[in-house]
């Protein structure tokens, strides 16, 4: 796993070890960065389910602004700062050891908005619905933003999560890519 594009574009990340984290394909980071390549420059980014921050860090080697990563694994927690240690983006990072509600509501009592939300939660574990409701309901994507989801082929999403519609859907193999934005 590397990252693609950028000005650290090449670097090999690190994986935690053993089967918890399953870290985006490089084929597949690059088909989801094409689609959302607008968006990149100067956005604040919320990487959810961080696990490796392997999407978190493609988008600041990009021209992201800055990046908030989000997990609940301490080994993947390691992981993700000797990452963007090793790709110098520690300025530009903030990194929360928690869950994705909880992380939702603090960037929210810190009155903190994003513009874009990766979210690689567990497969099939009835995460994404309640992540996606928690983001509408703090208030934390800016009016503009989208929120991208990999997950599972077998785990369909409605058209609509709250006031967040459905604008694409890509797939990869048994990997599905969906983006929410807010309706206009």
Do not use: W
């Not at 696990?51 to 989000?70: C, N, V």
């Amino acid at each position: 796993m590397r990252v693609i594009a950028g000005i650290s574009k090449g670097m090999r990340l690190k994986s935690p070890k053993g089967l918890k984290t399953r870290p985006t394909t490089d084929r597949v980071k690059e088909s989801i960065f094409s689609m959302i390549n607008p968006y990149i420059i100067d956005s604040i980014v919320l990487d959810l389910f961080s696990g490796t921050g392997s999407l978190g860090i493609e988008a600041l080697s990009r021209g992201a602004e800055k990046a908030y990563f989000i997990d609940h694994n301490k080994n993947s927690i390691n992981v993700i700062k000797e990452n963007i240690q090793y790709t110098n983006f520690e300025k530009k990072s903030t990194v929360l050891f928690c869950d994705a509600q909880r992380a939702i509501k603090e960037l929210a009592l810190g009155k903190h908005e994003v513009d874009i939300v990766f979210m690689d939660p567990p497969y099939l574990k009835g995460l994404i619905i309640p992540s996606i409701q928690a983001i509408e309901t703090e208030g934390i994507l800016k009016r503009e933003g989208i929120i991208l989801v990999e997950h599972d082929l077998k785990d369909s999403l409605p058209e609509y999560v709250g006031k967040f519609k459905k604008i694409k859907e890509k797939k990869y193999g048994n990997t599905l890519i969906t983006i929410y934005s807010e309706e206009a």
